[in-house]
């Protein structure tokens, strides 16, 4: 669950990275719209992304040892 949680949040970074530096969401792009329009893939993908950035936050209170497994 953990590697999960990474790579969404990855993609989501570097998602807003490339919003930021080149207008470009790869989100829309890959749900076969504009930027800024939702459709029910997008709403998903945005939604995975949120949920693993808050399961994200736990990281913070394991034990050292508990992350490096």
Known sequence: ???LAL?????GGLNWGLIGLFGFDLVAFISGIRF?????LSRIIYSLVGLA???SISLFFRERNQIEK
């Open 1 to 3: 669950m953990d590697r």
């Open 7 to 11: 790579i969404l949040v990855i993609v």
């Open 36 to 40: 800024g329009e939702l459709n029910a």
């Open 53 to 55: 950035g808050i399961y």
